[in-house]
């Protein structure tokens, strides 16, 4: 009680003005736990991950192996598909961001694969200001389910956020933690 | 409030009921709950998606109180009503800026040229003010008429700003409701004070192919006196051509504008220049170009005295909403304000136009001279200087940008002396120059960038004002039958989320696939700035007309007026369906047939959110760059899972379309490419024809084949016939929707939904 | 604004300059800008004092941005602009507040009565509306010329609301010239608002001893069926009161208020009760005993719609401020609403009075039967048992208290059954239910309340209006000498920092000390909840006059009006200065002459905020409670260092006069005893003579020795000459003032700062 | 920088909205050392000195015994001075809380002694969410000066803050703790 840990964003514009802030997941191992808890997870992937380079491979190639590891459904926003598919992956959904969103706060809702509501929703590659806005709307409409952002600029309106890696090797070093993590648990 | 037969004698004599161009409809000036049950029917399709900006509530001292988990104020409010009412006071801030606009330039006028100057907006334009006729009944023939349409607004907003008071409306969905009634308010003052500088100023009306002028801040001539108007009221810019007119010195003196004044100046005279929107005023101001900046209102830059003092340039506040603590001079002699401005460097509030005028052009051709060795631009070896400071590591710059950019590793190239990232920056940069500040070196980044940033001049058409009766006429079919596919309007600011020509892109593609495609404010500055191979702009690509596969610059912020306007027209003069006092039935008609759809992909001011959910409430979806989604409200439908029946007028009878169309009322999205089939999805209506929905298909499917890569995955929620698929795509989109399971829907020849809800609208009333 | 001869013209006209009463001032209903320079000068003496509430600003979608440690928005706004562009804003929800709530009962009564229906407030009142007439320099004489005010009103509004858009103001001083201009607004739609429901409706005036009314939750009668009206605007209240003495049944039916409306219904009838204060609206309501609550406007919490399920009972809204998305009945037959509100428990929408008041009556008598079983409340053993479940450790509940309270130990104690320490809270609790809410054993908090509650009935003086021209006369040269020593307003809202009786203590001291006491809304209504050993409040004990050591309830908060206005009739009926719109010259005369102070010990309102920066214009000083620090922003002055030279109106020379009088225009100040020598300090003025100022030292001292134990510590600042100092104490002061070392200072017979100014008043206007 | 400690206080209405938040000084020691790098202190006491009971002291008598310790003038606001004489104290100041918190704002001010501007203000005593207005104000606008706000409930405005501190014999222990630091450094 006597002070908390408050994570603040890498983004200024990010900062969380409230009394709800993610829990930081530094450990990868922590991340997979997280994912193994959830009963019926989903993958949203923002275009940052066909844009940004991590080392030597492109950042969608990590989201794609977390995904895989746990047959985790993606719900390609924006243009992500057509980039996707040349990784001979379909995505389960391609609602936008917003309607993703919109959907997963309705705990009635059917979920991508008509398996219910998705209990843990996984965040890669949104813009950050953008994606922080939507985890806000999560946060506060939609009590059932949890929020994970893999994200190394990190999010406070997440439930669970990374600590801000300002270095792209760090960087890949978590992404291959935790998808290493995923494929021994 | 009170509506007693006083007051409807009151309205029926503010309207001249007895006029006869039209019977009165049910809703002449409507007050804050009389549209409320078609709010509601909106909302009940359309839910408001809400994104807290914020866990808390601090607006009175019970505060701050904790809104989390359903946690309540102590006032009893919760957080999504609580983000209803932060919508509801910033769709007021908007709606304010305007009508205050509107009134400060028709009083003006009114003391130019009497209350019964007559509006006449010239042989195309019979219908002056659709706006004004639906909501009010009344058809404004006098300047004293436009000024009733301020006086309606006045008296209402009052009303919308009392419930955002502590204790007062507690429901999220009353909020929205008054929100759009603050929205359809605004797009009352914006038709009002456009038409009201249009007859008051002899703005070009009537005619499409307004003057071409030149825009970028490579478009000022340094070697002359430099004089930079700023913010979004021309009354001072235009009394400032008036002066130079009538001394001669036109030719001697630039004067340059930066947001909507550049917009309304150019329109005035053709020879001034138009800088740039938003994003470059602290750019431009800060390279000390200027050698007299004139505010008047509306985002305008509140640290321009600081920076003014920085540059030497003289600085004059011309308008009482910003007054900076400045000394009110308005009643000074001319040469003592002279002589303290050019030996003190005082900076004054005038509120007399006629004396800015003068002032400001003397200050200008006196201190020129002396600031020349100020005008120069930063060389790439300066720029390389002030860069070199830079590690490239540090980030804080990349911290506090607003726009997410990778500032640092532009400015450590730029200080290797290679500005090609910084140049690639600078599209992006929307000027807010949170990096210098952060800056840990104090590196005076936006100056920097002067070595970086393009010195083209661009082409932009002027605004050209409303839409003419007979473009309606000519487009009216089409449209409503979706053989034209659609109606675009660029609107807003330029809190761009990528390149400030993105809007451009978008124009294009939409043009190209025959969209009728029109544009204002920043969006219509920014969208000049891109040049073909043959170093051409749309604008000057493109014929300038409202009709299919043309491209039209309405003008300022307060011309999107006329864009729904046109869309009212459409059902007004080709459907003649009557308008007056009409609001449900011209939204129903907009809603159901005229696939119009507004873009603002820059969004930032609270102006832009009233204009937006203005729109929502006339029927037109609105689409939203990224940043808008700070606004905190979208309204979005379940697509394919809401249920989305509807009346067939002719029947009367209730039909499930199971079609999603439009498929949200405010959407935003986060790339341009997302955009562009997001916006072709968003010009669907239930009225579309088969063959019009065929071409409507035909550009959602080109479109999403290019930068999705695929047939659109919801293809099958807009299919409704066989006859409908394209047939360059047959025989895959048979195969996809047999895929699917697809099942063919029924098409409507009459959609409403005028009696879905409780309305005063008859259902034949649809019927013509 | 324009401020050209049209606009001259429209003024004259509208005010009827032609009217004998008397010459038309410099300033007829000045906009914007016109009283600038007068808010500057007193800016300069009294800074403003800043207290940011958030590091942050997210008014646009630029943001958020950070302005900590200099920063600057992506606008340029530094956090002072922040704050008072947050001021003005709330300033403006609580002008909006008022003006709106005066159109509509002006609109309302002209539909009843016609706007030729005269103005006239009895024998005891000839200045009818001072404030209009000074402001406006109308001489209102129908409803027609209250709803010009309004009108006035509403045209600012709009341009003070545009100013807080993004881009527009940049200076802090001109916000908070902005917001006076809001504040001196909202006293324009108090005055009018209060005179329309005195005429219209028939409340008392021009009588002082208007009748005493019960008070407290314990005086409704519990037996018989129960209305609770809540908020601030009685149209529906007084309809309900019609219709009940239309059918012979206002002795079977309880009417009760909570919030101003209970002032405003017991003007109208005497035989309805007063519940309460805003602090006790959720535990009342939380308590069941009502039937049918009613709500109309302003102050009403916002959950009640959850509020009255719980409590099974009825509820209807009727106002257009207050929807709660609630099905809207107004046109709805009256049986077929009773049917859905008994048969479906369907709350509604009414914003027809008198359909509303027959539907409210008519639910109220059928209902209360059924309820009866509900109605009970809670006694000890049932409080206890809820309690029971506290282990007094956790203290979330104290976490989350909007008032600090030690929640913890007060339930734990009652769940051992002793309600000693709720009973203490109880005093001090706000209403908030955070406690209730917070509680990991899900405690009822408020409910348990009830066992401690005092069911008391208290005797409270129905709100009077009007000051009378006679008290007027009659007061005026001792206040303006200084020989009585004060006049002091109690407003605002019941947001106490302790006990809810401070503000009682804090009346009968200065009647005691034979100040003039006044109060009005929420703070009358805690005045009468303390008894004295004969079980007497002060609205028993003392006089109700406007006269020395009297005290008087002059109503709800839009009552404030009268007091404000009785400092300008002083002005102008005892000084016999010109008042037609001489905004300068009386705010001048009450700054310098009146000594006058306003005291809001429980703020919390947007409303009491405008209400406080429009007396602040007017030169009255007003004194905060601590939650008045979350307004954000104060007037500090630096006391003895600050430069306190100011104009002797005779001699026509600066005169240094050496005394911090009044020694600030807004402040707050922690405990109820800092806050009585502090509200006895600001009632110096410069113009007290010689008598005048020994008597309010005398106060100052007796007052200080009492709380504080010794003489004031800057008592020198204050002692001009030695004829100054009060007998009894003269030795002891005598021997202090050598000990600092103290000099005479000069007397002025004609203080003014009209002349150290840029104004259009004449010195010469001072002098009488 | 991946996160920071922010402390958040004892009352919710006082949660920080934003980014420049107290140091927490958790150990009286620390808070020596703070009291003993200032040039120029100043103590403002609240009325809470004189109703709150600490054990079987009242608050004021362990205020008291930290001010004597450097010999920091006192600023008695409210009514707390006479009381304050009970212990046979004189404040040097009896500005009321705005007041002493609006001269503080100005660095030109002479100070309560006449040595200049104070450098650090110890605050005690004022009610938890009015002090926190008046810190929030000399964070913002008092850049030359650093607050330590003494209070158990905790400040988030002030530079340096306790951290929350529920039970009364801790804060007893921290007072005492604070008072032997002084004593012995
Ligand atoms: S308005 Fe309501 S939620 Fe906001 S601070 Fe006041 S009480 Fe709390
Ligand atoms: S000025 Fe441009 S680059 Fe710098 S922070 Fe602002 S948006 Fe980013
Ligand atoms: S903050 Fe300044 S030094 Fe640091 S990376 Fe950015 S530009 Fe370079
Ligand atoms: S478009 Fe937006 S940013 Fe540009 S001038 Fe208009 S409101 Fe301002
Ligand atoms: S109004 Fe100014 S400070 Fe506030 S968010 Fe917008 S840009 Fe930032
Ligand atoms: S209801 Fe009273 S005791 Fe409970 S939290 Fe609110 S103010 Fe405190
Ligand atoms: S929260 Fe509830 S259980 Fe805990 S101390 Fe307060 S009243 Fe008792
Ligand atoms: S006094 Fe304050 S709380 Fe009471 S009714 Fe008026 S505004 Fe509301």
């Given at each position: 009680?006597?002070?908390?840990?408050?994570t603040?964003?890498?983004?200024?514009?990010?900062?969380?003005?409230g009394?709800k802030?993610?829990?930081?997941?530094?450990?990868?191992?922590?991340?997979?736990?997280?994912?193994?808890?959830?009963?019926?997870?989903?993958?949203v992937?923002g275009?940052?991950?066909i844009?940004?380079?991590?080392g030597?491979?492109l950042l969608?190639e990590y989201?794609?192996?977390?995904?895989?590891?746990?047959?985790?459904?993606?719900?390609a926003?924006?243009?992500?598909?057509?980039?996707?598919?040349?990784?001979?992956?379909m995505?389960d959904?391609?609602?936008?961001t917003?309607?993703?969103?919109?959907?997963?706060?309705?705990k009635?809702?059917s979920?991508?694969?008509?398996?219910?509501?998705?209990?843990l929703?996984?965040?890669?590659g949104?813009r950050c200001d953008?994606a922080e806005?939507g985890l806000?709307?999560?946060?506060?409409?939609a009590?059932?389910?949890?929020?994970?952002?893999?994200?190394?600029?990190?999010?406070?309106?997440?439930?669970?956020?990374?600590?801000?890696?300002?270095?792209?090797?760090?960087?890949?070093d978590?992404?291959?933690?935790?998808?290493?993590?995923?494929?021994?648990? | 409030?009170s509506?007693?037969?006083?007051?409807?004698?009151?309205?029926?004599?503010?309207i001249r009921?007895?006029?006869?161009?039209?019977?009165?409809?049910?809703?002449?000036?409507p007050?804050?709950?009389?549209?409320?049950?078609?709010?509601?029917?909106?909302?009940d399709?359309?839910?408001?998606?809400?994104?807290?900006?914020?866990?808390?509530?601090c607006?009175?001292?019970?505060?701050?109180?904790?809104?989390?988990?359903g946690?309540?104020?102590?006032?009893?409010?919760?957080?999504?009503a609580q983000?209803?009412r932060?919508?509801?006071i910033?769709?007021l801030?908007?709606?304010?800026?305007?009508?205050a606009?509107?009134?400060h330039i028709?009083?003006?006028?009114?003391?130019?040229?009497?209350?019964?100057?007559?509006?006449?907006?010239?042989?195309?334009?019979?219908?002056?003010?659709?706006?004004?006729r639906?909501v009010?009944g009344?058809?404004?023939?006098?300047?004293?008429?436009?000024?009733?349409?301020?006086?309606?607004?006045?008296?209402?907003?009052?009303h919308?700003?009392?419930?955002?008071?502590?204790?007062?409306?507690?429901?999220?969905?009353?909020?929205?409701?008054?929100?759009?009634?603050?929205?359809?308010?605004?797009?009352?003052?914006?038709?009002?004070?456009?038409?009201?500088?249009?007859?008051?100023?002899?703005?070009?009306?009537?005619?499409?192919?307004?003057?071409?002028?030149?825009?970028?801040?490579?478009?000022?001539?340094?070697?002359?006196?430099?004089?930079?108007v700023?913010?979004?009221?021309?009354i001072t810019?235009?009394?400032?051509?008036?002066?130079?007119?009538?001394?001669?010195?036109?030719?001697k003196?630039?004067?340059?504008?930066?947001?909507?004044?550049?917009?309304?100046v150019t329109?005035?005279s053709?020879?001034?220049?138009?800088?740039g929107?938003l994003?470059?005023q602290?750019?431009?101001?800060?390279?000390?170009?200027?050698?007299?900046?004139?505010?008047?209102?509306?985002?305008?830059?509140?640290?321009i005295?600081?920076?003014?003092r920085e540059?030497?340039?003289?600085?004059?506040?011309c308008?009482?909403?910003?007054?900076?603590?400045?000394?009110?001079?308005?009643e000074k002699?001319?040469?003592?304000?002279?002589?303290?401005?050019l030996?003190?460097q005082?900076?004054?509030?005038?509120?007399?136009?006629e004396?800015?005028a003068?002032?400001i052009?003397?200050?200008?051709l006196?201190?020129?001279?002396?600031?020349?060795?100020?005008k120069?631009?930063?060389?790439?070896?300066?720029a390389?200087?002030?860069?070199a400071?830079?590690?490239?590591?540090?980030?804080?710059?990349?911290?506090?940008?607003?726009?997410?950019?990778?500032?640092?590793a532009a400015?450590?190239?730029?200080g290797?002396?290679?500005?090609?990232?910084?140049?690639?920056?600078?599209?992006?940069?929307?000027g807010?120059?949170?990096?210098?500040?952060?800056?840990?070196?104090?590196?005076?980044?936006?100056?920097?960038?002067?070595?970086?940033?393009?010195?083209e001049?661009?082409k932009?058409?002027?605004g050209?004002?409303?839409?003419?009766?007979?473009?309606i006429?000519k487009?009216?079919?089409?449209?409503?039958l979706?053989?034209?596919?659609?109606?675009?309007?660029?609107?807003?600011?330029?809190?761009f989320?990528?390149?400030?020509?993105?809007?451009?892109?978008?124009?294009?593609?939409?043009?190209?696939?025959?969209?009728i495609?029109?544009?204002?404010?920043?969006?219509?500055?920014?969208?000049?700035?891109?040049?073909?191979?043959e170093g051409?702009?749309?604008?000057e690509?493109?014929i300038?007309?409202?009709?299919?596969g043309?491209?039209?610059?309405?003008?300022?912020?307060?011309a999107?007026?006329?864009?729904?306007?046109?869309?009212?027209?459409?059902?007004n003069?080709?459907?003649?369906?009557?308008?007056?006092?009409?609001?449900e039935?011209?939204?129903?008609?907009?809603?159901?047939?005229?696939?119009?759809?507004?873009?603002?992909?820059?969004p930032?001011?609270?102006?832009?959110l009233?204009?937006?959910?203005g729109?929502?409430?006339?029927?037109?979806?609105?689409?939203?760059?990224?940043?808008?989604?700070?606004?905190?409200?979208?309204?979005?439908?379940?697509?394919?899972?809401?249920?989305?029946?509807?009346?067939?007028?002719?029947?009367?009878?209730l039909?499930?379309?199971?079609e999603?169309?439009?498929?949200?009322?405010?959407?935003?999205?986060?790339?341009?490419e997302?955009?562009?089939?997001?916006?072709?999805?968003?010009?669907?209506?239930?009225?579309?024809?088969?063959?019009?929905?065929?071409?409507?298909?035909?550009?959602?499917?080109?479109?999403?084949?290019?930068?999705i890569?695929?047939?659109p995955?919801?293809l099958?929620?807009?299919?409704?016939?066989?006859?409908?698929?394209?047939?360059?795509?047959k025989?895959?989109?048979?195969?996809?929707?047999?895929?699917?399971?697809?099942?063919?829907?029924?098409?409507?020849s009459l959609?409403?939904?005028?009696?879905?809800?409780?309305?005063?609208?008859?259902?034949e009333a649809?019927v013509?």
């Open positions: 009680m006597a002070s908390e840990v408050m603040t964003p890498y983004y200024k514009v990010n900062i969380l003005t009394t802030a993610a829990k930081v997941v530094a450990e990868p191992a922590e991340g997979a736990k997280i994912i193994d808890k959830a009963n019926n997870p989903l993958y992937f275009p940052e991950v844009d940004s380079q991590v030597d491979k969608i989201a794609l192996e977390i995904a895989k590891s746990r047959d985790i459904p993606i719900c926003t924006t243009h992500v598909k057509k980039k996707m598919m040349e990784f001979g992956v995505p959904s391609t609602y936008d917003i309607e993703i969103i919109h959907f997963l706060k309705n009635e809702w979920g991508v694969r008509g398996k219910g509501f998705h209990d929703v996984l965040f890669t949104v953008y806005r806000s709307t999560l946060k506060h409409f009590p059932h389910l949890k929020t994970y952002a893999i994200c190394r600029r990190s999010h406070p309106n997440a439930d669970y956020a990374l600590p801000v890696i300002p270095k792209v090797d760090k960087w890949r978590y992404l291959e933690g935790l998808i290493a993590a995923l494929n021994t648990a | 409030m509506s007693g037969k006083m007051r409807q004698d009151e309205v029926r004599k503010i009921a007895e006029d006869e161009w039209e019977p009165v409809g049910p809703t002449p000036m007050s804050l709950t009389e549209l409320r049950n078609w709010d509601m029917r909106l909302l399709t359309y839910e408001p998606f809400y994104a807290p900006f914020c866990d808390l509530c607006l009175c001292t019970f505060g701050k109180c904790d809104l989390t988990e946690r309540k104020g102590a006032c009893g409010i919760d957080i999504a983000q209803a932060w919508i509801l910033c769709s801030m908007g709606t304010a800026a305007h009508g606009h509107g009134r028709i009083d003006h006028l009114i003391e130019k040229h009497g209350e019964d100057f007559k509006i006449d907006l010239g042989t195309q334009v019979n219908v002056e003010a659709p706006i004004i639906t009010m009344l058809k404004p023939e006098t300047l004293a008429d436009l000024r009733k349409a301020i006086e309606y607004v006045e008296r209402e907003m009052i919308l700003v009392a419930a955002t008071h502590m204790g007062q409306e507690g429901s999220s969905r009353d909020f929205e409701s008054k929100a759009f009634h603050a929205g359809m308010l605004d797009h009352v003052a914006l038709e009002a004070a456009d038409i009201a500088q249009i007859v008051g100023y002899g703005y070009p009306t009537s005619i499409a192919d307004t003057p071409l002028v030149d825009l970028g801040w490579g478009a000022m001539d340094q070697e002359k006196p430099c004089i930079v700023v913010g979004h009221n021309a810019s235009n009394a400032i051509i008036d002066y130079l007119r009538k001394n001669d010195l036109y030719d003196v630039e004067v340059g504008g930066l947001c909507c004044t550049a917009h309304d329109r005035y053709s020879n001034a220049k138009v800088i929107p994003s470059r602290r750019f431009f101001l800060k390279a000390g170009l200027a050698d007299v900046i004139v505010t008047d209102e509306q985002c305008v830059l509140t640290d005295p600081i920076m003014a540059s030497n340039s003289a600085l004059f506040a308008s009482d909403k910003i007054c900076y603590g400045l000394e009110n001079a308005s002699n001319v040469d003592d304000i002279l002589k303290a401005v030996e003190e005082k900076q004054y509030l005038i509120l007399n136009p004396k800015a003068e002032v052009v003397r200050t200008a006196a201190l020129a001279p002396q600031r020349k060795a100020l120069k631009i930063l060389n790439t070896e300066e390389t200087e002030l860069a400071k830079c590690g490239g590591t540090c980030e804080a710059c990349n911290r506090a940008c607003s726009n997410l950019l990778p500032v640092n400015i450590h190239q730029a290797q002396g290679d500005f090609t990232k910084l140049s690639a920056l600078f599209l992006r940069c929307i807010c120059a949170k990096c210098e500040e952060a800056c840990v070196k104090n590196i005076p980044i936006l100056r920097v960038m002067q070595a970086a940033a393009s010195r001049t661009y932009m058409r002027s050209r004002g409303p839409i003419h009766d007979v473009e006429r487009v009216g079919s089409p449209i409503v979706g053989t034209i596919p659609g109606v675009i309007l660029f609107a807003g600011c330029s809190n989320p990528g390149d400030i020509d993105d809007v451009a892109w978008l124009a294009e593609e939409l043009a190209r696939r025959k969209y495609v029109t544009l204002s404010g920043c969006a219509a500055m920014a969208a000049a700035m891109k040049k073909d191979a051409k702009t749309i604008y690509k493109f300038p007309e409202f009709d299919a043309c491209i039209v610059n309405v003008g300022s912020c307060v999107n007026a006329h864009v729904v306007g046109a869309a009212i027209k459409i059902a003069i080709f459907a003649t369906l009557p308008n007056r006092a009409n609001f039935l011209m939204s129903d008609y907009i809603l159901n047939r005229v696939g119009a759809c507004g873009v603002v992909w820059g930032y001011s609270q102006k832009a009233a204009i937006g959910t729109a929502v409430r006339w029927g037109v979806p609105i689409v939203l760059g990224p940043h808008g989604s700070k606004y905190r409200r979208l309204f979005i439908s379940n697509k394919e899972q809401s249920d989305w029946t509807v009346m067939d007028g002719r029947t009367k009878t039909v499930n379309t199971e999603p169309t439009p498929e949200h009322m405010m959407v935003t999205v986060e790339t341009k997302r955009a562009l089939v997001t916006i072709i999805k968003q010009c669907f209506r239930r009225n579309d024809t088969p063959p019009g929905r065929a071409i409507k298909l035909n550009s959602y499917i080109s479109a999403y084949k290019q930068v890569g695929t047939l995955d919801d099958q929620n807009f299919v409704r016939t066989e006859k409908e698929i394209p047939i360059v795509y025989r895959e989109v048979l195969a996809y929707l047999k895929e699917v399971g697809w099942k063919p829907k029924p098409v409507l959609p409403t939904i005028i009696g879905t809800y409780d309305t005063k609208v008859p259902i649809t013509k």
